[in-house]
């Protein structure tokens, strides 16, 4: 799906499984920066993705 969207000129990553840890930091690093318009995951890898969102706002002082 991320590839068809970037294949219509829409910023897109992907987030899954199959791909290496340093991949799918990349993709979220991307996302986060804006550089990326467009997140597409697996449902496991987007509950570990807000985790680590939530938990990152834990430890700046947000509100979770």
Do not use: Y
Not at 10 to 15: D, F, G, K, Q, T
Not at 25 to 38: C, I, N, Q, Y
């Amino acid at each position: 799906v991320a590839q068809a969207l970037q294949g219509e000129n829409i910023p897109a990553v992907a987030l899954h499984g199959g791909l290496g840890q340093w991949e799918r930091e990349a993709s979220l690093k991307d996302f986060s920066e804006g550089k990326a318009r467009v997140l597409v995951a697996t449902d496991v890898a987007s509950r570990c993705a807000h985790a680590r969102a939530r938990a990152a706002r834990r430890t700046s002082g947000q509100r979770t």
